[in-house]
């Protein structure tokens, strides 16, 4: 009974050691996640924006790589013991900035989505590139008109298209998925 697990463990190791690795080694994804949020605070660098934490990816093979970070595209004084509450005026000027800043912001993930292709040579073609990023509101804040989060995903092959000028810039809105949430 011994004789015959000992061999078969001997047999299964050669089989262990041949499981797919993955096509994107971890110093890849580690680049990729400064790479998101340095492009991400340098968006405007006289009145910077604060990440909430660091971006983390993860790469899903047979689907792509996924970034996910969070932002506050308005930072403000916060509670503290000399400012112990934020004002209505305050709320309003934060909220304003946030809806103006919106805009560039998706232009921002945009440009990081094409971009990354150069980086991510190991993400087969067909497979996706995503970045998601969840914006920070304070308890309270007015929301309206803001997502929580927004994702954006294309194709490796359109994006790099895209990029490379093999596709027009124009085709960019209809080579990404959005969602807001």
Not at 61 to 82: R, Y
Not at 118 to 123: E, G, N, R, T
Not at 127 to 135: P, R, Y
Request: hydrophobic content about 40%; aromatic content about 6%; proline content about 6%.
């Amino acid at each position: 009974m011994r004789l015959t697990a000992v061999i078969l463990l001997l047999c299964a190791l050669p089989f262990g050691s041949m499981a797919d690795k993955p096509k994107v080694n971890p110093a890849t994804i580690k680049a990729m996640e400064d790479s998101v949020d340095n492009h991400l605070l340098r968006i405007w660098r006289d009145d910077p924006v604060e990440m909430i934490g660091v971006t983390r990816g993860a790469y899903v093979s047979g689907s792509g790589v996924v970034f996910v970070g969070g932002l506050n595209l308005a930072p403000s004084a916060g509670i503290s013991p000399f400012h112990k509450t934020i004002t209505p005026d305050e709320l309003k000027r934060i909220h304003e900035k946030k809806i103006s800043r919106l805009p560039k912001l998706k232009t921002a993930m945009q440009e990081w989505l094409l971009n990354a292709t150069d980086s991510l040579d190991a993400v087969p073609p067909q497979e996706q590139i995503a970045l998601g990023i969840s914006l920070f509101y304070w308890s309270g804040e007015n929301t309206e008109g803001l997502p929580a989060q927004i994702v954006m995903h294309g194709s490796k092959r359109a994006l790099s298209d895209i990029k490379t000028g093999r596709a027009d810039k124009t085709t960019l809105s209809s080579a990404l998925s959005v969602q807001e949430y």
